[in-house]
């Protein structure tokens, strides 16, 4: 008896430990939990108290500690956002009296004078429910703390108001970028200014500018005027606009490393300047899209004096510490057509291009380096003859990356972070930069990798789409970029990014408001609802399917369905929790049983309604089958579900029907994934475990049980 | 909101009395015939043929004729403007060589360099289906044009192209203005850009630009500094922005008439003049709205010398021939408080106040005709004393401006035209400037009638909720200010006003935009579909209601469903036609009886799943009446349904439960008017006359037969 009671105690105890252990856990932000703030990157550290601070028009802020008008302008900015937000009428002023303001932001010194991967970005916020204190090292650090304090703002209903909280934040990598190509399609200052709003939201700091490609020349370069002139079709950045956006991103805390591509990936640069190349031009600017033979001839002094002059005049423009020069996917062809190049590596005992290129490099590393610039450049550029304050961008992944690490320089990822790959938030989200080979580093290795850039490459976006392939997507990479390495929830990650989402458009990004509007476009004088239905379950395809199955140029409309549907379709998702959900409770199927069969009606009927707008617009004539399919799979959907309802047996005849259309086109015609089958998948499996038990080998003939297990 | 309170019942009277004329008037004009194209205002003289001219990237422009820059700017507006309707990348370079454009536009010689009323605004298009052809006399003609012809590009299932036509046309009415208050709440410039393109793209040419009130004044005044700094909150245009938008709105062919409202309306001047005033100081900034005492001393020389100064600076800043005084809703008060004014009144022989400002605005007109310049104003200035280039604004109505013309004077129309009376697009279509005692005129005197402005007052819109106020319904004033008078099918007109609706957005105009987003904030972490089910059948309360609602301020937040949502319910006008055309179908009813009962059946449902995001957020809380009223609503017209598909007698108790829900609160606490009631309305009138056809003098006896006959 007494030891029974002893017993029941002693898991009392352990129970109500475990109890606060796990609330602690929560707190700290441990991997699986769903938490409950909608902050996006997540904190390192955040712990809630009880209460909430009212935020309404008596909003205000003070300034104190060190002062710059950078700051100032953040302030302003802030309470014009948090405005914007809430809809509440706020002064634009920011207090002199401490005591008056309800936020008070303190900064304890200035920052460094040219933005560094040293910057300090840490931040401190307390928040009880009479005031609200932001505190950080620099500016920098107070830019970051903004951004949280904002995604704090929440409504219930009472008003508006902050929760009660802690915080204390830094970011886990110093490295954490965008990579936007503004050659392969124009992006003009507008696009790049609002991106910036956009990395800022998220704790981005690194601007990745992809300024030369055999597509265009997009920077006014004054020392050779005909490398914008004749390079770019007149879509470039003169030098004030450069400026005006590198002020820009200052005051938002982030730097900006131009990349000037070479020696390959420069037909631009010769179509003025064909004296650079390594065969004979006339050159004109690449309308296609892939890796071309034009490039640079690495042999000759005259290429180095050139780029010693543009290099000066361009080093000065960016005052980054770090110079990208690509270094990417050199063919090589020309090289080995010019006998002059041939003869000059045998003369050096150079053994293949690669060596050439090397040589290449440490040449413009030398001249980078006078001019007071670090190099950084893709995999292709890492060799040991280079010192070691480069940086190395890894398309190749971790374990490349380890390497580098390994052997002393420093590295960034991208492998794994190429937007244009369209993939989902948490493809990319799940993705470290430290995993695999580069788990295995030691700290002082691990250290060298530095972070990481997700890219947005621009083959096929153009200043209407880019938004909506960057947002919301990119936020997840930050938050992997930003918050500890145990923050990885996806679920939680998804209802953060929805309010994420949300937040973009306030800032003036437009990737939710075009997509109506580019539905419009497409259905002429009809309504959109019923495009929409089909367009919100379907993607583009992935990787570089693309290209693969279309020719596409420059100037090639991208004003098709696959251009205006989302990266990522947030209706399947919810349909293959659904599903999920449905199949686990067994062996009734009930859960969400009737939602599932609206959604699936609703997909069957479609069809109808949207059949004779397709055939009416030239720009949807190609997506008839794809409407046809979704009706029919939505059809098989309906069945398998009556299916599992009845606990009857499907016939084989069914099943070979549906065989077929399970099979999907690699390369449709319209590009376009739908991408709810793997639910409908799911579903007719279970009608067809029904089945399997009974008649397994049959089933088996089908594939079903090694292609779905 | 110049004839705000004093003469609310006077315009409300007159409005319902237009109403029910404009109705016969309809009735008669339904000659007009549902038009085969989107054009909108419709074109004088417009005749389709055969064949049609592919629009595609071949597509290039040619300017023949007389050259200035501004059409070649108009012209790479239209290449990018295309370029963006129809996602197809487009050469922004124009053609050198005639033969190779698809358009030639062809101006005869430069237009007035001062735009002014006189100026020709006439153009032709010819297209056949290889070339198409745009000539006017002047640019503003070319501009004009440009509009038409984009909106003649069209998809269908072979490509954009644009029909085979032949268009002459040319404005009905001159002087085609847009008022934009930016006193009551602060509209910053790229308000008024994007305001501008949206009245370039219906052919509005006056921008009647309200730059002074009690809360506000909004220009920089050298002269007189304390105008712009004490008056403003710091929120006013430069003198360098107003220049700006000068030049933006000259390119669009867009006059610019300052209005700065005097002698009343003049609280924010007194701020940092006092002398000025009739009533000793200091003064604030009014953050009320309504009509206030101060006003300027019309009996001192000081207040001319200053104003002399004053109109002399703005009039150099201004290029436009006429400069508004406004000169509306002085009470008076001041005036007979202060001795000197009194004692000067008796002095002149003035018997009234009227007197005393017809002396005042003689005064004024001097000044302004010194700095070369014609006086527009309010109703009220209208005087004999006043030479007759002076111009009559009547917010009175047509037979006030009938008078004006008959005595010499010109005039133009805004009675019928209060945006911010939040009425249909319908309602101010059928107000023409040309009705009532105006008709009566003879043709020299009715020249005399200039035209009309529709008019923003800025009480209850901010930057974010403005456009949504103006557009799309400012594009039906458009249309009634330049097409023919017999241009009146209304249903044509809405037809037509959808598409350019969408056409707005393309320009960015952020009428449809805002829309979600302000539905995201009221909802917190919540999806909005709910809310939009709600949003999409209610409109905000019409007329003077909502000052006399609530007690507004500059301040308070216009954050509310009210402000989000549309001002006119497409959803419940669509509703509203099924429901006609149903009731027509006798004796069955079976005509749109599935999409009703579909309809009714969601809005029924909808309370349950809105109800806890209603009462989570204290935005939406005072809203669950209305929901809950939707509901009930909806389950009426449900049951309406019901007897009139079984052709059985409602029972007299389901009559007495619906009379209350039909008769709604006059100033229900939202602030929003549900507008699916006419149309349920009728659905259970005709289920009433089931039972009227056995029993008229029961339904008699709950006045159905009476109000809704």
Redesign the interface.
Known sequence: MVKAFNFFRLILVLSIGLFFLSIIMAVQGSSTEVSRH?LMPVPAKISFEQGKLPVN?EFRIVLTGYQEPRLKRAARRLIQRLS??????L??EVEKDASKAILEINCQGPGEKIQSIKEDESYTIEVNSSRAYLSATTPVGVLRGIETFLQLV??????FHIPAVKIQDKPRFPWRGLLIDVCRHWMPAEVIKRNLDGMAMCKLNVLHWHLSEDQGFRVECKSFPKLHEMGS??NYFTQHQVREILDYARDLGIRVVPEFDMPGHTTSWLVGYPELASAPGPYQIQRFWGVFDPCMDPTREKVYTFLDTFLEEIARLFPDDYFHIGGDEVNGKHWNKNPDIVAFKREHGMEDDHDLQAYFNKRIQAILSNHGKKMVGWDEIFHPDLPKDIVVQSWRGQDSLAKVAAEGYSGILSHGYYLDHILSASRHYQVDPLDRDAAKLNAEQKARILGGEACMWAEFV?P?TIDSRIWPRAVAFAERMWSPQNVKCIKDMYRRLE?AD?NL??LGITH??NY???L??LV??HPIDSLKVLADIVEPVKFYTRPHTHEYT??????RLV?AVRPESNKARQFRNMVDEMLADTPNYMTNKEIIREWLTEWRGNNSILRPIL?????L?EVIPLSEDVAALAEAGLQALDYLGSNQRPPQSWLNGISSLLDRPEKPEYELEIMIIPAIRKLIEAALSLLVSHNFEDSDAHGWGVEYP
């Open positions: 909608n028009s914007i937000q809430t809809g509440i009428y002064l634009y929440t409504l219930d209903s009472e008003g079709d007149g153009t209407e309010k949300r458009e306030w939710r408001s109506p509007k580019m419009e476009r002429g004088n420059q100037m090639t409309p991208l004003n251009d055939e009416e617009s030239f720009l004539n």
